[in-house]
Each structure stands twice: as structure tokens, then as C-alpha cells.
């Protein structure tokens, strides 16, 4: 009995001191542990709280509407002011299309009637009779060759046509730039809409990080109204530029048209002019042409 005390007794002597501290230490880092845990547990629904409160509050600040109007209400100032711009460049568009497409469609349509009376009459006398009291270009066109025959009477014929070739230059070119007055605007709104609306991107991207910096947070949620409302500014820039590129194009067609028009009420007016100035230059080849014709009937 005795022996077997002492047995035992030699057998815990023999045991290492490391592996006795090991097993008195493992208590006590379990003890350590437990009270981390323990406080982490407490300090964690403050945490929490406090992070609910804060991403709360953040989504409070979220615009709830995020329309094209709700993000204008919402938007800077400054990309206020550039979409309110090209909204006005957009209305201004429209309404340079309607007059211009209205004041060509009646301008072409008294041409094409001058250019039938001009067909039918054989003197200028003739069509300026029909004519007396027009304001348009074609009855402009007779009375500029009427009046310089008048002027140049007893003058040598070849310079007298020549006068007429150059009043009716002149007044070809003063009816073209009077139609095509106010279509300038189109072609400058559809070169800087674009740039215009991405100006105001530009200014709306950099106050959304200049947010991001205050709020200290880059939470997708926080910032994509922000660049939402920037890049909306690019749209309406886009929408005031395609249109008026487009209209300003069509008005420089059917402007042509309407030029190519006076150019043949001119060529028809010269001709009138010069069959005039030669009927007074040779009165027996007149006399000789109307019998044929007489004859021929």
C-alpha cells in the first residue's frame, strides 16, 4: 500500500513543468475568452444600432422619385440651369421647323404660280399685267427688267440685258437669304447641345463625389441618384441636338429647292426681256413671225 502511494506520488514529480503550466493556463485563456465574447455580445447590438441608424438615415436622404422630373427637382443648380437650357434649345428647334417649313411650303407654292403665268405670256407687258400688285419674288424679278428697259431706252441692247442679268442676280440672292433667315440657330444648337449637356454631367458627377467625400461612404445606393441625375443632363443635350442636325438639314434641301425655283422665274423673265429688246431691235422679223403663225392657224 504503502508503495503504491509512493509510486504515484514519484509519477507526478516526474511530470514536465511546461505541461503542468499548460494545464493550469488552458482555464484560465478559456476564462479570457468567454469574457471577450461575453462583452463583444454586449457591445454588438449597440453596434449595430448604430450602423441600422446610420444607413437609415442614409436612405432617408435618398430622393424617392426618381423620374426625369424628380431627378430635375433634385439635381444642382447648375445642371438645373443646363437642362432648362436645352429644354429652351428644344422648344426653339420645334418652333424654327414649323414657321420655316409653313413660310417655304407658301413661298415655293407662289413661285410655281408665277412660273406658269411666265409660261403662258409671250411679252413682259403680259405678265406684268397679270402680276401688277404681287410683292413676291417673281413679280419683283419683272419689275426690275421692266423698269431698266424703261431706263435704258435708245441704249444699246447687249447692255441692256446685261443690266437685267444682274438686278435679277441680285434679287435671287436677296430672296435666298431672306429664306433661310433663322434656320443659323438649328445649326448652332445642334454643334453645342451635346457639349452643353455634357457640361452639366461633368459639374453633376463631380458635386456627387464631393458627397461621397462628406458622407464617407461609397455605398452604390448613396451615389447612383447623384450620376443618375448628371448623366440626364447628356440626354436632353442629345435629344436638343439630333433633331435640330436633322430639321436644319431637311429646311437646307427644300431652301435649294426654293432658289433653284427663282432661278428658273429669272431665266424665264430674261427670256421675255430678251425676246422684247430684239421684237424692238428687228419689227420686220415681229411682222414676218406673226404672219407664219397667222398662216399656221
Known amino acids: 500500500m504503502t508503495n503504491d502511494v509512493n509510486k504515484r506520488t514519484h509519477m507526478r514529480l516526474r511530470i514536465p513543468a511546461k505541461q503542468r503550466g499548460e494545464r493550469f493556463c488552458t482555464p484560465l485563456i478559456s476564462l479570457r475568452a468567454l469574457a471577450m465574447l461575453a462583452l463583444c455580445m454586449v457591445g454588438a447590438p449597440a453596434a449595430l444600432a448604430q450602423t441600422g441608424t446610420e444607413y437609415s438615415a442614409a436612405v432617408a436622404e435618398l430622393p424617392q422619385d426618381l423620374s426625369p422630373w424628380g431627378m430635375f427637382l433634385h439635381a444642382d443648380s447648375i445642371v438645373k440651369a443646363v437642362m432648362i437650357g436645352l429644354a429652351f434649345a428644344s422648344l426653339v428647334t420645334w418652333t424654327v421647323w414649323i414657321a420655316k417649313s409653313l413660310e417655304l ?53 447687249e447692255g441692256t440685258k446685261e443690266r437685267i442679268a444682274w438686278q435679277l442676280e441680285r434679287i435671287e440672292m436677296a430672296a435666298g437669304r431672306k429664306i433661310s433667315r433663322g434656320t443659323g440657330v438649328l445649326a448652332t444648337i445642334g454643334a453645342t447641345a451635346p457639349f452643353v449637356g455634357l457640361f452639366g454631367t461633368v459639374w453633376g458627377i463631380m458635386d456627387s463625389f464631393i458627397g461621397i467625400s462628406k458622407a464617407h461612404t461609397t455605398n452604390l445606393a448613396v451615389v447612383a441618384p447623384g450620376i443618375a441625375e448628371a448623366l440626364l443632363a447628356t440626354a436632353l443635350g442629345l435629344v436638343a441636338a439630333i433633331p435640330a442636325v436633322v430639321i436644319y438639314n431637311m429646311l437646307t434641301r427644300s431652301t435649294a429647292h426654293y432658289r433653284a425655283l427663282i432661278g428658273d422665274a429669272s431665266a424665264q423673265v430674261m427670256k421675255l426681256a430678251s425676246r422684247d429688246l430684239d421684237r424692238a431691235r428687228f419689227p420686220k422679223a415681229e411682222r414676218q413671225s406673226q404672219v407664219v403663225s397667222q398662216a399656221a392657224e
Open 105 to 157: 411650303r407658301s413661298a415655293r407654292g407662289a413661285v410655281r404660280q408665277g412660273l406658269r403665268i411666265l409660261g403662258a405670256c409671250q411679252t413682259l407687258a403680259q405678265a406684268y399685267e397679270q402680276l401688277r400688285g404681287e410683292t413676291g419674288p417673281v413679280a419683283q424679278l419683272l419689275q426690275a427688267a421692266v423698269g431698266e428697259i424703261r431706263q435704258s431706252a435708245g441704249f444699246h441692247h
